[in-house]
Nanobody, 114 residues
Framework: QVQLVESGGGLVQPGGSLRLSCVTSGITISFLTVGWYRQAPGKQRELVASITPVGSTNYADSAKGRFTISTDNAKNTVYLQMNSLIPEDTAVYYC????????WGQGTQVTVSS
């Protein structure tokens, strides 16, 4: 059974940082494209960042220069380091594994507010 468990969200002031983690089980992420998505209230879910098995990364324009996606294949874990957070980053962040067959986590709330 595949499971994805996100953590690391919370309330942070503008300009602050958070590191999200997505611990996976039942699947080997080293063979798969993994990504972070987010969904703000009233908006569609959108891609934040993704990384392929060979390490190629893709970032939303809003994330470039501020967010970094990485993986620890030994721990089957995906990370999203988020710096210089702004209120517009407020959303539920989801981890996704796979492209054709996709697995999603339950999400972790990130709130950027003073």
């Amino acid at each position: 059974q595949v499971q994805l468990v996100e953590s690391g969200g919370g309330l942070v002031q503008p300009g602050g940082s958070l590191r999200l983690s997505c611990v996976t089980s039942g699947i080997t992420i080293s063979f798969l494209t993994v990504g972070w998505y987010r969904q703000a209230p009233g908006k569609q879910r959108e891609l934040v960042a993704s990384i392929t098995p060979v390490g190629s990364t893709n970032y939303a324009d809003s994330a470039k220069g501020r967010f970094t996606i990485s993986t620890d294949n030994a721990k089957n874990t995906v990370y999203l380091q988020m710096n210089s957070l702004i209120p517009e980053d407020t959303a539920v962040y989801y981890c996704k594994v796979g492209l054709v067959k996709q697995y999603w986590g339950q999400g972790t709330q990130v709130t950027v507010s003073s």
